[in-house]
């Protein structure tokens, strides 16, 4: 009985096999080479139990705790001298665990901290530098406003309170061009949680932590007495130099 012999496999379903395997195998080695992304640690934001922004590797060796208010001078050089490299040569690598409490003073102060929380937890840095960039512009208009102005800061509730300060100084105008409808902004304004946690860490601040003037940096738990970026980055280094 003859042997059938079976159809030779078509050539183009052998070079549409040779071509796949040959893709499959450049790929995996690509994937092989290319090197997998660093960790940019600042995107890891939380909420810590008492309301605090806390941003960066977990298991980092050196932890700062931050004291500020957005109507301090100095805490807004800080900012303005401290943030980027504090981000890029220190958080994002997984050196520092950076963690924001605010320490209201007054009315306004409290008006920005408010809305440095609106949107997600992932929007606070942004908002937190936005406002503290232009801080000259709205703390000018602070010292300017009318005495009418100012005394309807201190009437109604704290929101009604936020929402004219934040109307009469600007910082409704700087969240909107962030991208917040006015419904936003006055719901982040209304917000009896956040007004909450921030009152409660600055009563944290003034009564566990002693703390008597902003900027006020801690480096794993003790008060780093300095106050500008340069001294920091000094204190950051000799922390991670320690055994």
């Known amino acids: 009985m003859p042997v059938r012999v079976p159809p030779p496999f078509p050539r183009t379903a052998l070079r549409r096999t040779a071509i796949a395997a040959l893709a ?3 790929l995996a080695l690509l994937a092989a080479a290319t090197p997998a992304k660093p960790v940019r640690w600042s995107s890891n934001v939380s909420i810590t139990s008492v309301g605090a922004h806390l941003v960066g590797n977990p298991k980092a060796k050196v932890r700062v705790v931050e004291y500020f208010s957005y109507t301090c001078s100095h805490c807004a050089d800080f900012a303005k001298l401290g943030s980027l490299p504090l981000k890029t040569q220190y958080i994002d690598k ?3 665990l950076f963690e924001y409490r605010n320490l209201v003073r007054d009315p306004v102060d409290m008006t920005a901290a408010l809305l440095a929380r609106c949107g997600p937890v992932s929007a606070f840095a942004g908002n937190h530098d936005a406002i503290f960039a232009a801080q000259p512009v ?4 602070v010292v300017k406003a009318t005495d009418a102005q100012k005394a309807s800061w201190f009437q109604g509730d704290t929101g009604a309170r936020a929402r004219k300060i934040a109307a009469d100084t600007g910082l409704t105008a700087l969240m909107q061009t962030r991208g917040y409808s006015l419904a936003q902004v006055n719901a982040c304004l209304d917000s009896e949680v ?5 009152t409660g860490m600055t009563n944290i601040g003034l009564s566990a932590d002693h703390v ?3 900027p006020t940096f801690f480096v794993n738990g003790r008060d780093a007495e300095v106050t500008v970026w340069s001294a920091l980055k000094t204190k950051l280094d000799a922390a ?3 055994p």
Do not use: I, P, Y
């Open 194 to 198: 956040a007004q909450a946690e921030v």
């Open 240 to 242: 991670l130099k320690a």
């Open 94 to 96: 997984g050196l520092v």
């Open 212 to 214: 008597r003037g902003t």
């Open 24 to 26: 499959g195998s450049a």
């Open 138 to 141: 709205w703390l000018t208009k």
